[in-house]
């Protein structure tokens, strides 16, 4: 006798557990931050515990598109707006991105109770391959070995990267390193490290069940 069984979809929308259980079962960690100079104006909304939904308008298209990229392979949600002096160059603007972005990070960690702390993740992206690893220490450190042999991709001067990366690791208070394994085209050399570096904050960001207080002997991670 073949198998007559059929799929059968059936409604659990009744039965399933009510959606305020699960949404009260931890605080919200997230922030909401703007900084304003003569330079630049840049605002920054961000949830740890996301989905990965990214929206970024910072006038330069190249990192919008690393900004979405990081909000997707980190499940965070992540809004960004930038209205930066363009028409100088793009070098205030990226670097007041990565400080905001940095800030918003710092305060939706908090005292960084609970916090998994250390992350690590290689990504490639055809023949590029990147590592970053980090740990959310509260002591500033950026290991920055990315080269890249072209000056530009498109518009964008990929020296800047350097300078993103740096903001906003002292703006969290965390340990990066960034190491290029191999690569060749600066536009995925450039979205393999984003993305390296989403999959490692995410890891590192997420809540240790077994944690009380924070991982350290010491005692403070801020
Ligand atoms: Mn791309």
């Known amino acids: 006798m073949p198998n007559k069984s059929k799929t059968v979809l059936r409604d659990t929308s009744k039965t399933a557990r009510p959606r305020a259980a699960v949404e009260t079962a931890a605080p919200r960690r997230s922030a909401a931050v703007e900084r304003k100079t003569r330079e630049t104006s840049v605002s920054v909304d961000l949830a740890l515990d996301g989905s990965g939904r990214g929206e970024a308008r910072t006038g330069v298209p190249f990192l919008d598109h690393m900004l979405e990229s990081f909000a997707r392979h980190g499940f965070f949600d992540l809004t960004i707006k930038a209205a930066g002096d363009l028409h100088i ?15 918003a ?15 690590e993740a290689s990504v490639p992206l055809d023949e590029a391959v990147c590592t970053a690893i980090v740990d959310i ?25 350097h300078d993103f990366m740096k903001a906003m690791t002292d703006e969290v208070g965390m340990n990066l390193h960034l190491n290029l394994i191999s690569g ?18 995410d890891h590192a960001t997420q809540l240790e069940p077994r944690l ?11």
Not at 106 to 115: N, P, Q
Not at 138 to 161: A, C, D, H, K, P
Not at 188 to 194: G, N, P, Q
């Open 89 to 103: 160059d793009d070098h205030h603007t990226v670097e007041d991105v990565g400080i905001v972005l940095g800030r």
């Open 105 to 119: 990070f710092r305060e939706a960690l908090g005292d960084r109770s609970g916090i998994q702390r250390f992350g």
């Open 137 to 161: 220490s509260g002591r500033s450190y950026l290991g920055y070995n990315v080269q890249i042999s072209q000056e530009r991709v498109g518009n964008f001067q990929t020296e800047l990267v």
């Open 184 to 201: 060749r085209n600066p536009h995925h050399i450039i979205e393999a490290t984003f993305k390296a570096l989403a999959r490692a904050m």
């Open 212 to 222: 009380k207080g924070v991982l350290s002997t010491k005692g403070t991670l801020t």
